[in-house]
């Protein structure tokens, strides 16, 4: 540890110090609210020279939290066209180091790849294309679609097996999600007293979640987080990236298909390469609801917005038999219901068919009640259904850390957790949260993710109605994807 | 004028007095949000012997602004089973006077009859049934449609014309704006050059419509409204009756079926008895989305929520042939977008699949922000579309009457209107808003308008998008239903 290091630490004081750069260097790429939040973290629990740390950031915005945690703040837009020498510049020929990506609009694999050939270790929260591709006109929805470049990632990994290690997408959801669906896991065989051993390969995970008859989960959420400032009209707010929303929001919905799905959902489509994990459906995740539930709220709708872990999980979990035939597989998608105002944003957006001119995303401090409770829904199993994951206030994310609201938190916490099992675990090549230790990593999460519960319920997705429209069911499974699209 | 009347009037000086009861003997039945606003209107523009006013309401919450107003209060629930003896109690054989009805639960149909058989005049603002209705698990979608009871409310009135004047269905929607077309058809005459006469008959109007060449309208809302108060979870808020909302936000979306219309909804249904100027969609009206277009806003999203002008205009606005053949009819429907509390609360609703247990209408002082734009959008013209109607701001609201937002006093002064008209015209028999004298009402109402303006705009329903997922479009008529309903 140099001197300055040591110093710092000191201001810092109390909190465990998890992981140690060495002295190399640490470039963070985007400093909006999860960049913002992130910072007191790694403070707090990395240990590393503040001299060679560079946030790369077009806005000054919040240039003044830079200068106050006396990191350098490199004020450049990263394009296609520079960010190779951008980073090069950073990093001199040999130079040891991480790359953290938290920005919009800079390609997840091109920087990937940069760091990968670098030999930096690198992670990202969202597998994010350069500008212009969300909202491309003249591309079909097909081309918008998560899979094939998942797929296409997945060869690379192999191809690169060993270098440096990549954490592509990996923060509360995806990242975090991973995690808590282990643990939820082994929860649930000893709920149920199955008398396996813990799981240590993939595949004697994939056949846990098979043994213990999950047919699917929902990455299900919901943000209750509220101002007294009421939204303006044309206004999208968010609790997070309002950017980050819409862009996902009008990708077509995809989803991890489970092998005990009957029937797919109108619009819906198989791939016809690859293990086929996944479905896409022709129709914005923002408009695609379903039935789901969570603890104090309890039945609620949530969107089907295209994620990471929507893919990862069920391709992870996923049981073959001899022939590479999936045996077993579960359904997996978000079912995300997001802050008021964002439901409300979402709303207009679809009505102005305009991207929004203004944009604000609600501050820990603008926050006066709420929560974001965020977890897994495993369903279809002995207990019928159970949902496990973080319910953090806003009220205990402003006293655990600053510069973040609640949703923040979980994401930052994710981030830190993943920094962290990145430099025990140097050469793991590219890697997906599935494939990380989930103990380790949510032991370094917890203490920012309030109370971490599990709910039983007896809540299935045609339990309630209060009207009596015709629907599509299928009464002899409540647990089949077509029960739980609100249609 | 006995002396109490006149020293109640000397009260609310510098209002006109429009008509009188004539001592008279006046009923209100229902004192919720619409109640309460119609109360200072009478007092300051009807002239009535406030010994004789009665407020039937079951609820003692809004007790004392009755006493402060030297109203009865007749603390009673109406029943089917002691409605008869109730109202029959409050009228001696042969006295005069008149009901005005503005509960919920109380089913207009028998009130009606009541009191054309008493001989008495009447007003509702809504068709409303005995309790049990809405919700009931053992009806069918087709059973809940309003277009039977209709075409048979219809044959009463052709039965019993020439009684005492019975307005079924009068506030601001509908009401108001069957008026409000009429004006706006004479505007758009104008603004067209259209030299014909101004109508004085239905089958003028009608052709004035077809000459024109509106294919349709919409009654196109936007409440902006806002409290700094967020909306608690699982609380349904609403800037008026929150019951009345979600009771026909949860029936069958209906409207008015125009004969340009080349392809029926999904869902959608035809009837194959009567005029058959309207359709049904079994599904929701709170979940069949239109896009629409306001002032201020511009293109936004409405909900097709039934409502008695969807149906009474464009059987008033239709042209039969020889034959009684339709030649021409307009397409009519709300396109409502409630206030944001209620957007929320209508979304929460469909995830729970329960009825709220909380529930709150937004008072005027509440209200923070925002205004109620209501009007008819009338398109397919040679002017594209003309939205005409009333843009009132709770602030203007408050500053005009007492105990109600701006949504309450848009239906409030329409109720007013109805009783002047109705005094004005003792024996119409049974009547709706679009057989009234458009220009006399508006007259007695507009004062509590605020802004009532006429705005053209070049939009239509496939002029935007933000993203190219694939819809079934009619790109040679873009005024089609196919185009307006966001699927």
């Known amino acids: 540890m140099s001197n300055q290091t040591r110093q710092f630490k000191e201001k810092v004081a109390g909190y465990p110090v998890h992981a140690s750069l060495d002295g190399g260097i640490l470039v963070l790429i985007g400093f909006g609210s999860i960049g913002r939040g992130v910072l007191p973290l790694i403070e707090r629990h990395i240990d590393y020279d503040p001299a060679k740390f560079t946030v790369i950031e077009p806005s000054d915005e919040f240039a003044h939290i830079l200068k106050k945690h006396g990191v350098r703040h490199l004020q450049v837009a990263l394009t296609e066209a520079n960010y190779v020498d951008v980073i090069k510049g950073l990093f001199p020929d040999g130079s040891k180091g991480m790359i953290v990506n938290l920005s919009v609009d800079v390609d997840s694999g091109d920087m990937m790849e940069l760091a990968h050939n670098l030999g930096l270790p690198y992670v990202d929260t969202v597998y994010e294309p350069w500008p212009g591709w969300y909202f491309n006109p003249d591309m079909e929805s097909i081309e918008r679609c998560s899979y094939p470049d998942r797929e296409e990632l997945k060869n690379t990994a192999k191809e690169r097996e060993g270098g440096p290690t990549c954490v592509t997408c990996c923060g509360a959801n995806p990242g975090m999600v991973s995690w808590l669906m282990k643990e939820a896991l082994l929860i649930l065989a000893k709920d149920t007293g199955y008398e396996g051993a813990t799981p240590k390969t993939r595949d004697e995970w994939a056949r846990l979640a098979m043994d213990l008859g999950v047919k699917g ?13 009421p939204k303006g009209v044309g206004e999208f707010v968010n609790t997070w990236s309002v950017d980050g929303l819409f862009n996902e929001g009008f990708l077509p919905a995809e989803l991890g298909w489970g092998t005990h799905e009957k029937k797919l959902p109108p619009h819906g489509h198989k791939w016809d390469f690859g293990p086929g994990y996944a479905i896409w459906i022709d129709k914005p995740g923002g408009e695609t609801l379903v039935r789901t539930w969570v603890p104090g709220v309890g039945p609620q709708l949530g969107f089907v917005i295209v994620h990471e872990e929507s893919l990862s999980i069920p391709d992870y979990f996923t049981v073959e038999d001899d022939d590479g035939k999936a045996l077993y597989r579960p359904t997996c998608h978000y079912a995300y219901h997001p802050c008021n105002d964002a439901i409300l944003s979402m709303h207009e957006i679809r009505g102005t068919c305009q991207l929004p001119e203004k944009k604000h995303i609600l501050t820990a401090e603008e926050i006066v009640s709420g929560s974001d409770d965020l977890g897994v829904l495993l369903y279809g199993h002995a207990k019928g259904a159970m949902w496990y994951g973080t319910r953090l206030s806003n009220d205990e994310a402003v006293k655990l850390a600053p510069y973040q609201n609640a949703t923040g938190l979980q994401v930052t916490s994710g981030v830190l957790a993943a920094m962290v099992w990145i430099i025990e675990n140097p050469n793991q ?23 971490v519960e599990c709910h039983y319920t007896d809540w299935t997705p045609i339990a309630h109605r209060i009207t009596n429209f015709p629907e599509e069911r299928d009464e002899e499974d409540p647990w089949q994807f077509t029960n739980f699209l609100a249609k």
């Open 217 to 229: 989960l929902h990455i299900a959420e919901r943000d209750t987080q509220v101002s007294n400032r």
């Open 429 to 451: 090549g590219i890697v997906w949260a599935d494939q990380m230790d989930h103990a380790r990593c949510l032991e370094v999460q917890k203490p920012y993710l309030g109370r």
